[in-house]
């Protein structure tokens, strides 16, 4: 329409072009009815559909796949537009793209959920034009779908063999030296490169005329709990997640590894009160329990009774256990307020305390401050980081084990706690 707008307005200033301007409008109007000829002469000219998975994995890039079958015989632009779920707030979203004739593409784009929850997708819509540009033609497909978002999975499955190999450090995991010899005797076998040359077993070498080893494993069958803070301290965001999500996500992964280094796995979380309770065993549908029990799980703003959890752990945890805490401190005030409670839980149970350094703060510490007001900011910042510092070496002074950490790292960091309590047998 512009363009014949523009034409009208150069005949009036050009008289002697009015005639070429005619020609080239009525070529216009023939390439547009072309246009027109090629794209709406099969009914069907494209084809699209949309592979979800089975469920979204929080806080991880899910690739989403869009099928595209060309029917027309010639090279087609496409321009699809996917009618996300309404938690992304995406309102431009499109791929541009470009399909030879008779041919079929796949086309994958990622999502990154942050909220666990039901994600529903509405129609699929695939904008189709020719090489002349001047038409696109609208398919549109029924696709609407919902796909569940479960706690990170695909941590769970990424850490999975870091318990069983020697290649820790490819996980940004620390190797962690076993001290003594407290394992289980299980079996000889064969001796491969990377095993532990003290373990070798001479008696059976000799009689195989090959080196045969010791094999040990972990004294199995101890309890591991991971106990979820959902008060209000654990609402804070972090990379568009809250806090409690990058706790929901290690627990899945440490229970997972918990349960394939022989120990039962479970959980629960509290605020005011104590609830989505799974006790600790290793039956064969204890993952498919806590993830389920994990999924419903979130923060509140109420404030977190330690008392209540004291009371509950000592009524329902008869056998010595470990429990991974997840919560968070900010002052030395915060923390003694609910000393005696996690001194007394310490008494009879192995306590990890785990909180997170504020990242934010952190960030600031590291700034060029030039102003005033900016060196007040950073002051305040040290004395915040300063104090983390010392919630750390008060409760260790009562003998509870503590990790301090970065959201993004509290996984790594949980599976190093862990690795190096059995390692060393304090459970």
Same mark, same amino acid.
């Given at each position: 329409?512009? @363009?014949?707008?523009?034409?009208?307005?150069? =005949?009036?200033?050009?008289?002697?072009?009015?005639?070429?301007?005619?020609?080239?409008?009525?070529?216009?109007?023939?390439?547009?009815?072309?246009?027109?000829?090629?794209?709406?002469? !099969? %009914?069907?000219?494209?084809? =699209?559909?949309?592979?979800?998975?089975?469920?979204?994995?929080?806080?991880?890039?899910?690739?989403?796949?869009?099928?595209?079958?060309?029917?027309?015989?010639?090279? &087609?632009?496409?321009?699809?537009?996917? /009618?996300?779920? @309404?938690?992304?707030?995406?309102?431009?979203?499109?791929?541009?793209?470009?399909?030879?004739?008779?041919?079929?593409?796949?086309?994958?784009?990622?999502?990154?959920?942050? /909220?666990?929850?039901?994600?529903?997708? *509405?129609?699929?819509?695939?904008?189709? *034009?020719?090489?002349?540009?001047?038409?696109?033609?609208?398919?549109?497909?029924?696709?609407?779908?919902?796909?569940?978002?479960?706690?990170?999975?695909?941590?769970?499955?990424?850490?999975?063999?870091?318990?069983?190999?020697?290649?820790?450090?490819?996980?940004?995991?620390?190797?962690?030296?076993?001290?003594?010899?407290?394992? /289980?005797?299980?079996?000889? %076998?064969?001796? @491969?490169?990377?095993?532990?040359?003290?373990?070798?077993?001479?008696?059976?070498? =000799?009689?195989?005329?090959?080196?045969? !080893?010791?094999?040990?494993?972990?004294? %199995?069958?101890?309890?591991?709990?991971?106990?979820?803070?959902?008060?209000?301290?654990?609402?804070m965001p972090f990379d568009e997640l809250k806090l409690v999500d990058y706790a929901i996500n290690a627990t899945l992964v440490i229970s997972n590894i918990a349960l394939k280094k022989g120990d039962k796995a479970g959980m629960f979380s509290f605020s005011n009160k104590v609830d989505n309770q799974v006790m600790a065993q290793k039956r064969a549908s204890q993952m498919n329990l806590i993830l389920e029990t994990l999924y419903n799980l979130d923060t509140d703003f109420k404030e977190s009774d330690f008392a209540r959890l004291y009371v509950d752990i000592k009524r329902k945890l008869t056998q010595r256990s470990l429990l991974l805490l997840y919560t968070n401190f900010e002052t030395m005030d915060?923390?003694?307020?609910?000393?005696?409670?996690?001194?007394?839980?310490?008494?009879?149970?192995?306590?990890?305390?785990?909180?997170?350094? $504020?990242?934010?703060?952190?960030?600031?510490?590291?700034?060029?401050?030039?102003?005033?007001?900016? !060196?007040?900011?950073? &002051?305040?910042?040290?004395?915040?980081?300063?104090?983390?510092?010392?919630?750390? $070496?008060?409760?260790?002074?009562? *003998?509870?084990? &503590?990790?301090?950490?970065?959201?993004?790292?509290?996984? @790594?960091?949980?599976?190093?706690?862990?690795?190096?309590?059995?390692?060393?047998?304090?459970?």
């Open positions: 329409m512009g @363009v014949i707008v523009v034409a009208f307005v150069m =005949a009036f200033f050009f008289e002697r072009w009015i005639d070429y301007i005619k020609i080239a409008l009525f070529v216009l109007l023939g390439l547009f009815v072309l246009d027109i000829l090629l794209l709406y002469r !099969i %009914k069907n000219g494209i084809q =699209a559909s949309r592979n979800l998975p089975d469920k979204l994995s929080n806080g991880d890039a899910n690739p989403v796949e869009i099928l595209v079958s060309n029917r027309y015989n010639a090279s &087609t632009k496409l321009r699809i537009i996917d /009618e996300l779920p @309404v938690q992304f707030q995406e309102r431009q979203f499109e791929i541009v793209r470009e399909i030879e004739g008779g041919q079929s593409r796949f086309f994958v784009y990622k999502i990154r959920p942050t /909220e666990r929850g039901e994600y529903h997708y *509405g129609g699929l819509h695939v904008f189709a *034009g020719t090489a002349l540009g001047l038409v696109e033609r609208k398919f549109s497909f029924s696709q609407d779908a919902m796909v569940p978002n479960y706690p990170s999975f695909l941590q769970m499955r990424k850490y999975e063999l870091m318990a069983f190999t020697n290649r820790l450090k490819d996980y940004g995991l620390k190797k962690i030296r076993r001290i003594g010899h407290t394992m /289980e005797f299980e079996q000889i %076998k064969d001796y @491969v490169l990377g095993d532990d040359v003290r373990n070798i077993n001479w008696k059976a070498s =000799a009689k195989r005329n090959q080196l045969m !080893i010791n094999q040990f494993q972990d004294e %199995k069958s101890q309890p591991v709990y991971s106990v979820i803070d959902k008060g209000r301290v654990m609402k915060a923390l003694h307020r609910q000393l005696p409670y996690l001194q007394a839980i310490a008494k009879n149970h192995l306590l990890v305390v785990i909180f997170f350094e $504020n990242t934010e703060l952190n960030a600031l510490l590291h700034e060029k401050v030039t102003t005033t007001h900016e !060196i007040f900011h950073k &002051t305040i910042a040290e004395k915040f980081a300063y104090e983390k510092k010392l919630i750390v $070496n008060e409760l260790n002074r009562y *003998g509870i084990q &503590t990790i301090l950490t970065e959201p993004q790292h509290l996984t @790594v960091n949980t599976i190093n706690k862990y690795l190096e309590i059995k390692a060393r047998g304090l459970l």
